[in-house]
């Protein structure tokens, strides 16, 4: 079993119960003797690749099939970068209702702030709770009620060092176990393993093709006469036998 999904909320029996529940419309409650008819509307939402999982034995692939009736992508922070300037707004205007004390931001210092939060350097793992935290922490260290750069500055390197989550050696060996068999990944130098690992797992952080592209190679974009970052992504797999699916899905033949 891949450690990719190990960690899933619901195991296995607890998915076998929440399955009978949906099939049979009744449950047992916790304490009762009995059951009891039920009539349920489930939504349910999560950042996992599910058929994934399934196909790894981490999830069932009957609750898949029963609960996926209805799919909605909803793209993170890092996809949506247009909602940061409003948000920012939003969450210095909440400030004060906690705290009784207005913060505000310098034209200059309001500039650089959007200017990282929109640059690949800026993860946003958490998404919003991310920009709600980062907002609320230089608010609080303000000092007269106005973030300046030095405060503006300690942020983004404390974020940058939250973000920072080098994979593991290990690691290596359980993104190529998704998408190449034994075979092939014994006939790539240790150096492409790493090197593809890497890409893997950053195609499976980003939302699309482009996206990803635009975060593997922001570096020699701007060296670059014509930047198609996704069309580059795409030769570079296809150096393996890959493409975008089999990446995102973890899928071989």
């Not at 309001?110 to 609320?136: G, Q, V, Y």
């Not at 092939?184 to 499976?204: S, T």
Request: glycine residues 6%; contains cysteine.
């Amino acid at each position: 079993m891949s450690s990719h999904f190990r960690d899933t909320a619901l195991a296995l029996d607890e998915q076998g119960i929440l399955l009978r529940a949906l099939k049979e419309k009744s449950l047992q409650p916790f304490g009762g003797n009995r059951e009891v008819g039920i009539n349920i509307q489930l939504i349910a939402g999560t950042n996992r690749n599910l058929q994934l999982a399934a196909r790894q034995g981490c999830f069932r692939d009957d609750l898949l099939a029963r609960t996926n009736l209805w799919t909605f992508h909803l793209p993170g922070l890092r996809q949506r970068l247009e909602g940061i300037e409003p948000n920012l707004d939003y969450e210095l205007e909440q400030f004060p209702k906690n705290s009784s004390k207005r913060v505000t931001m310098s034209k200059d210092v309001r500039e650089e702030f959007l200017k990282f939060a929109r640059s690949p350097a800026a993860k946003w793992t958490a998404n919003f709770r991310d920009l709600n935290a980062c907002i609320t922490r230089m608010a609080t260290l303000s000092p007269g009620g106005r973030i300046t750069a030095l405060v503006l500055g300690g942020e983004m390197e404390r974020l940058k060092g939250g973000w920072a989550t080098p994979m593991a050696e290990d690691d290596h060996g359980v993104f190529l176990a998704e998408v190449l068999s034994e075979e092939a990944k014994d006939k790539l130098d240790l150096f492409d393993q790493a090197q593809l690992a890497f890409v893997i797992r950053v195609c499976r952080e980003s939302a699309t093709l482009s996206d990803a592209g635009r975060k593997l190679f922001a570096a020699t974009r701007e060296n670059r006469k014509t930047a198609n970052d996704a069309d580059r992504l795409r030769k570079y797999l296809a150096r393996f036998d890959l493409d975008w699916q089999q990446i995102t899905q973890g899928k071989f033949d």
